[in-house]
């Protein structure tokens, strides 16, 4: 039978010492940020912009495509649907429910021999 490898009782501030020193996070988390991630992403993403509107002017103005006011919806989004797709989406939605509901029934009455 092995000893433990641990030891039984409060560590020694030497060893203490060593283990953060040799740790793969050492210097990392030491340090306490008084910021909140929020702000932290905010401040990010205004460098961002400010660098891409700093590259966007730096480039000449014939050379900007027509369309660079515009932005492109992301790929797979599509626009807002308007009040009738979304009458009729919602009108086959309810038909569907109701029909899955009878055929559920129907099928489980006919093998359980529901009651009349």
Do not use: W
């Not at 599509?78 to 038909?95: H, Q, T």
């Amino acid at each position: 039978m092995a000893p433990p490898g641990t030891a039984f009782g409060p560590a020694d501030p030497d060893a203490l010492a060593a283990a953060r020193s040799h740790s793969p996070l050492a210097g990392k988390y030491e340090n306490a940020v008084d910021e909140y991630a929020y702000e932290m992403l905010q401040a990010r993403a205004a460098a961002a912009s400010a660098a891409k509107e700093q590259k966007a002017a730096q480039e000449p103005a014939e050379a900007q495509p027509e369309s660079a006011g515009r932005q492109k919806a992301p790929k797979g989004s599509s626009c807002r649907e308007g009040m009738i797709e979304a009458m009729a989406k919602s009108a086959a939605r309810s038909v569907g429910s109701q029909l899955g509901r009878q055929i559920v029934r129907g099928v489980l009455g006919g093998i359980l021999g529901g009651r009349r």
